[in-house]
Each structure stands twice: as C-alpha cells, then as structure tokens.
Nanobody
Framework: QVQLVESGGGLVQAGGSLRLSCTAS????????MGWYRQAPGKQRELVAE???????NYADSVKGRFTISRDNAKNTVYLQMNSLKPEDTAVYYC????????WGQGTQVTVSS
C-alpha cells in the first residue's frame, strides 16, 4: 500500500481559490495515473480530475475550466488548483491512484461559503 497525505484544504468564500497537495510514498507514483476525488456529505465519492504520468489531464464536467491538476514526479506530489470555488464544491478531497486499488488517506476538508 502507498500512503497518501493530503493538505491545503480550508474555509473559503465563493469565488475564492485553494491549492491542494498530496504527497505519496513509494516509487510507483511516477508511472501511475493520479486522481483527485471528493466526497460531499450524503454523496458517493467522485473523481474530479486525473493526470497521467505524461501529463494528460481529464476533468469532471462540474469542475472543468475552474480546477487544474498537476504533478511533480520528483516530489511524488500531485496538486489541485481550485479557482472560482462554489458552495457545491464543499467536500472532503482525497487523492489516489486511478485504476489501482489502494487505501485512502485522511483527506482534506474544503468548505465554500456562499
């Protein structure tokens, strides 16, 4: 299992920005597709952004144009820049592999007030 540690969440007003970080242990990071997921209260966890080892990005329609995923393989870290935040973005955000089973980290809470 690869350990994942997310950080950077917080409370922000609608229209604001946050940058999330996730650092992974292990050497598999550099070749893996990494994703940011979120889980709002009472809802299922959903994938909002993913990035391949080569830098190809995909986004959920709900965040397209507002969120940007990036990675630094030398630091085993993946980032999520979130701009123009909306109250509906409120959730616990997690990073993890896409397509590989791995345990979940503790996540980081993002709360957007209206």
């Amino acid at each position: 299992q690869v350990q994942l540690v997310e950080s950077g969440g917080g409370l922000v007003q609608a229209g604001g920005s946050l940058r999330l970080s996730c650092t992974a242990s292990g050497s598999i990071f550099s070749i893996a597709v990494m994703g940011w997921y979120r889980q709002a209260p009472g809802k299922q966890r959903e994938l909002v952004a993913e990035i391949t080892s080569g830098g190809t990005r995909n986004y959920a329609d709900s965040v397209k144009g507002r969120f940007t995923i990036s990675r630094d393989n030398a630091k085993n870290t993946v980032y999520l820049q979130m701009n123009s935040l909306k109250p509906e973005d409120t959730a616990v955000y997690y990073c993890n592999f896409v397509g590989l089973l791995n345990s979940w980290g503790q996540g980081t809470q993002v709360t957007v007030s209206s």
